[in-house]
């Protein structure tokens, strides 16, 4: 699946805050089926994290499930692993729609064998907490 057909699944913007910042990276937050999504756009390395951290702390500390939709992530590198695997450790935590480049960085590292990785948000939400997970 390309990343602009799981855009194009995402769920409608209604309701979603959105946080912008000067290094071309938006977060943007909504609640879809139970879960919480944290929607990342742009590119994102030790410079441009903090945004995302802090989405994604709060998030895991305010709800029980927690979806990334990575679909706009257009970089990532070894920070953003990390801050995946720490909120898979603190978090009922899915990573939804990633493109070519975060998938392939997942595979290369074993860390899609770490994270529940899934093609929409839909399927990422509607997985959290379900038994077997």
Known sequence: MSSDEAVARRPADAGES????LDGTTVGQYEHL?????RACGPYDMDSITPLKDA??????E????VLDASGITFADSTLLNL??????????RVAAPPQQLRRLLEL????TVLQVRATVEEAAALCGSPGE
């Not at 139970?34 to 944290?38: D, K, N, P, R, Y």
């Not at 709800?63 to 927690?66: N, T």
């Not at 590292?109 to 899609?112: A, H, L, N, Q, S």
């Open 56 to 61: 994604l702390r709060t998030a895991a500390g």
């Open 34 to 38: 139970g879960a919480w999504v944290v």
């Open 63 to 66: 709800h029980r499930k927690v």
């Open 109 to 112: 590292t074993g860390v899609d």
């Open 18 to 21: 959105r946080l912008g910042a």
């Open 84 to 93: 995946l695997i720490l909120t898979h450790q603190t978090a009922d935590f």
